[in-house]
């Protein structure tokens, strides 16, 4: 992938995370009133139970989600956004920019649906 691409996908990763976060967030934030500290991460013990809150509040498919935009954006940071998990080989450019935060390849990807399916 070309360096000056990755911006484009970190901030489409960035509008997604805050999609799935933005709403929640309100919500936690309101049902914390008096608590005086905004961020979540002060202390290990105040983001654990924030992500806890959010993992409540999102549910199963949307904090999976969540958990693969945020892999995502760590391997932008790390240099290894668009390879593939499974193959190591780059996922196709036009994959991602449907899905941004794809983990894997379309031949991975279909392998491992395969292999999930004959495994019920
Ligand atoms: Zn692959």
């Known amino acids: 992938m070309k ?30 009133k008096d608590m005086s500290a905004p961020a979540p991460d002060i202390t290990d013990g105040a983001a654990q139970a924030y992500n806890l809150q959010l993992m409540l509040e999102l549910g199963e498919q949307d904090w999976q989600k969540l958990k693969k935009v945020e892999d995502a954006l760590n391997k932008i940071k790390t240099g290894h956004y668009g390879i593939c998990s499974e193959c190591e080989q780059p996922i196709p450019e036009a ?4 899905v941004p935060f794809a983990e894997y390849c379309v031949g991975c990807m279909n392998d491992i649906e395969k292999e999930a399916q004959s495994h019920p």
């Open 3 to 32: 360096a000056n691409k990755l911006p484009i996908f970190k901030t489409k990763l960035e509008e997604i995370r805050s999609s799935l976060v933005g709403d929640v967030e309100k919500v936690i934030k309101s049902s914390q």
């Open 95 to 98: 994959r991602l920019e449907v």
